[in-house]
């Protein structure tokens, strides 16, 4: 994909030189660029050359004079320029390959490009590492990377992601501590394959490369009906286990449904460190708890008024405790909950960012209520599309209810301010 712009930012010298949607960075300095890293470090400048084809298909030169760390306000359609690498594995765990057919086309795309683990956090294996990436990397002091781990056990690993080049693991990761290169592990915990004494040797050996691994994230395996692989949920005494086991390590953390399924309170923030994998649900729920905490309540409503919030099994007895709390403190303010089931998904599914329309039209469509309250997890970033292709307006019609959205997944601030202006 090339270096299409898809926004400029406002008030950004991209806006002042009339740089647009559509148009398209062909160089920097007589530079080509193959993603966001070249594009950023081509930037750190005090004077730029801009080649770029204009929407119309005209080429212009643009001379820029600007202090060396000023960005220029340019919003990418890709990170990447060139080709994504693509995931060579075929895991046995694999979210993508469980989902039927008739999702958004994005949702399909199975990519392990080092490139977007150090851009925005995704995760990669490092079964398609090759030692012209290696050489990038140690020469432009990249990193930190996120990398699926998953097991270190060679022959397991191998037997997981069904790659020949899934056992070289180890040697990569000794690779990065060599060379100083930061890490964040994860691990899908698959009960039977890398669970008990597994998980443990995994840990072990993670642990043996120390400050390298910058943190670890044990997370379950999602299991949904349209699974074909022979693989089982996280129960109760295997969250135990794991709790026990992980508890023995530094910088190692479990998701929260491990403590969910295990019946055990939410740990408090410092068993989270600095949240480096929130986005895996590690700590999402003791930060929405801690922030709710820190907010300012309005004693009354100037009018009587109802809220849905409309969430995720997940989620829900967090938001048992806020609903309470509010209902309590907040005069004329009522807020129902609304969990959602996945019959889409089967039962086993219990996070907001797999909810799809019409299990959230089931959850709510009996409820009175003024507005419904969702997260934009349940979103596709900067739109109002579901999961299965339909939006939040088809929620609406079908349902007739009005929504709020709030932006931040981890806080319901956006959700206080507005009972101030009720």
Not at 24 to 46: A, P, Q, V
Not at 393 to 414: A, C
Request: proline content about 4%; aromatic content about 10%.
């Amino acid at each position: 994909m090339p270096a299409l712009v898809s926004d400029v930012l406002k008030g950004s010298i991209a806006e002042e030189l009339q740089i647009e949607k559509g148009d398209e960075i062909l160089s920097i300095d007589g530079e080509k660029m193959s993603d966001m890293i070249d594009y950023n470090f081509f930037c750190k400048s005090d004077f730029l050359t801009l080649e770029i084809q204009k929407a119309s298909g005209d080429v212009e030169v643009i001379e820029i004079e600007k202090d060396y760390d000023d960005d220029l306000g340019i919003v990418f359609e890709s990170a990447v320029f060139d080709r994504v690498k693509p995931c060579l594995n075929k895991c046995i765990f694999c979210f993508v390959d469980q989902q039927p057919k008739g999702l958004r086309d994005t949702l399909y795309i199975k990519d392990d490009d080092y490139r977007l683990s150090y851009l925005q956090g995704t995760y990669i294996t490092l079964t398609n590492f090759t030692d012209k990436d290696r050489e990038r990397i140690k020469r432009m002091h990249l990193g930190p990377f996120y990398v699926s781990v998953h097991t270190t056990n060679p022959d397991l690993r191998v037997k997981m992601l069904r790659n020949p080049k899934a056992g070289k693991i180890m040697d990569n990761l000794k690779w990065f501590r060599k060379n100083k290169i930061p890490f964040h592990a994860q691990i899908v915990l698959c009960p039977g394959y890398n669970d008990g004494t597994e998980l443990e040797r995994t840990l072990n050996d993670l642990a043996s490369l120390k400050n390298t691994v910058l943190s670890t994230a044990i997370v379950p395996v999602g299991v949904t009906q349209f699974r074909k692989e022979n693989l089982v949920q996280v129960d109760e005494k295997v969250a135990k286990e794991t709790l026990k086991i992980a508890s023995k390590f530094k910088r190692v953390c479990v998701s929260d449904e491990f403590f969910l399924l295990a019946g055990e309170k939410i740990p408090p923030a410092k068993y989270y460190g600095n949240f480096a994998q929130l986005e895996d649900g590690v700590g999402a729920i003791r930060l929405l708890i801690d922030d709710y905490k820190s907010l300012k309540l309005p004693q009354k409503l100037s009018k009587p008024y109802k809220f849905v919030f409309a969430v995720s099994y997940a989620a829900l007895e967090a938001f048992k405790g806020i609903a309470k709390d509010l209902n309590k403190k907040v005069e004329n303010l009522q807020i129902e909950l609304a969990p959602v089931k996945s019959e889409y998904w089967g039962q086993n599914i219990t996070v907001a960012g797999l909810i799809t329309t019409d299990d959230l039209i089931a959850a709510i469509k009996d409820k009175t209520c003024d507005d419904v309250v969702i997260p934009s997890v349940m979103l596709r970033p900067y739109s109002e599309d579901f999961l299965d292709g339909r939006n939040l307006d088809y929620v609406r019609k079908m349902s007739g209810k009005s929504f709020t959205v709030l932006k931040n997944n981890y806080s319901i601030k956006e959700f206080i301010d507005k009972l101030y202006n009720i």
